[in-house]
């Protein structure tokens, strides 16, 4: 028996295809439109945003070592990081459908839970370096 009789057919995406440069340039593009729908959308983003406004700067005026000042300005980030896969994986979800289902839920709550751990992140990372 063949490979290709026993198998369904590989599905691609249409809108893949781009190569080199110009799928760069399309991807600085998309993941501006990106950034703006989280912030547009997702109040938990907006507040995180606002925060890393506030903590990275200080983070840059801190007297501590540059590894120090890094670990403190990446563990913000990751906090944007992760904020922006958990409304992925929510506005996914909704889409595929509205209704209660265990398995959404659990999804949903995963992700908040990522979120909740790099926001501990946050918290451990600042009182390790700012509290000798």
Do not use: C
């Amino acid at each position: 028996m063949s490979e290709t009789s026993s198998q369904p057919p590989h599905r691609e995406s249409p809108f893949k295809g781009k190569t080199g440069l110009r799928r760069l340039w399309n991807a600085f593009f998309y993941t501006l439109d990106g950034l703006r729908a989280a912030y547009r959308h997702e109040d938990a983003f907006r507040q995180e945003v606002w925060l890393a406004a506030i903590m990275i700067p200080v983070a840059m005026f801190l007297p501590v070592a540059n590894l120090g000042r890094a670990m403190m300005v990446a563990s913000v980030l990751l906090v944007l990081i992760v904020e922006l896969i958990n409304s992925a994986i929510e506005a996914a979800i909704d889409r595929i459908s509205l209704e209660n289902h265990k398995l959404s839920k659990r999804a949903k709550d995963i992700g908040s839970a990522a979120v909740m751990i790099a926001l501990i992140n946050v918290i451990a990372t600042w009182t390790l370096i700012l509290i000798p």
